[in-house]
């Protein structure tokens, strides 16, 4: 059974980074555009890569929210697809993982 105390510390510093982060963009988007034709079209640009980061952001929340339920669960740690412990290296690498290392790479 893997330390999920120190887990769910940071999967929570994790969550609060992307609520942050996502925050920021929802602000650099609502931002005015510049009149200027040129500027416009580097603006939509850049509001193009800030809409895929909140994307990206959402898609890691999601995960992270599922990782915190699996430990009120009691199942933190153990693969989804196959019921296996995750190696402790696995899970201090990526903390939101559902799957073993052998199950993610079969996926």
């Given at each position: 059974m893997p330390d999920t105390t120190r887990y769910r510390k940071a999967l929570l510093?994790?969550?609060?980074?992307?609520d942050s982060r996502l925050h920021q963009i929802e602000a650099e988007l609502d931002e005015p555009h510049s009149k200027d034709w040129e500027e416009n079209a580097?603006?939509?640009e850049g509001d193009e890569v800030l809409e895929q980061l909140g994307h990206s952001?959402?898609?890691?929340?999601a995960r992270i929210r599922a990782a915190?339920?699996?430990?009120r669960d009691g199942t933190y740690g153990e693969c989804a697809r196959c019921g296996e412990?995750?190696?402790k290296?696995?899970?201090d690498t990526l903390p939101d993982t559902p799957l073993c290392r052998d199950c993610a790479a079969g996926a």
């Amino acid at each position: 059974m893997p330390d999920t105390t120190r887990y769910r510390k940071a999967l929570l510093a994790r969550l609060g980074e992307l609520d942050s982060r996502l925050h920021q963009i929802e602000a650099e988007l609502d931002e005015p555009h510049s009149k200027d034709w040129e500027e416009n079209a580097v603006e939509r640009e850049g509001d193009e890569v800030l809409e895929q980061l909140g994307h990206s952001g959402e898609a890691e929340i999601a995960r992270i929210r599922a990782a915190l339920q699996r430990l009120r669960d009691g199942t933190y740690g153990e693969c989804a697809r196959c019921g296996e412990q995750i190696a402790k290296a696995r899970l201090d690498t990526l903390p939101d993982t559902p799957l073993c290392r052998d199950c993610a790479a079969g996926a």
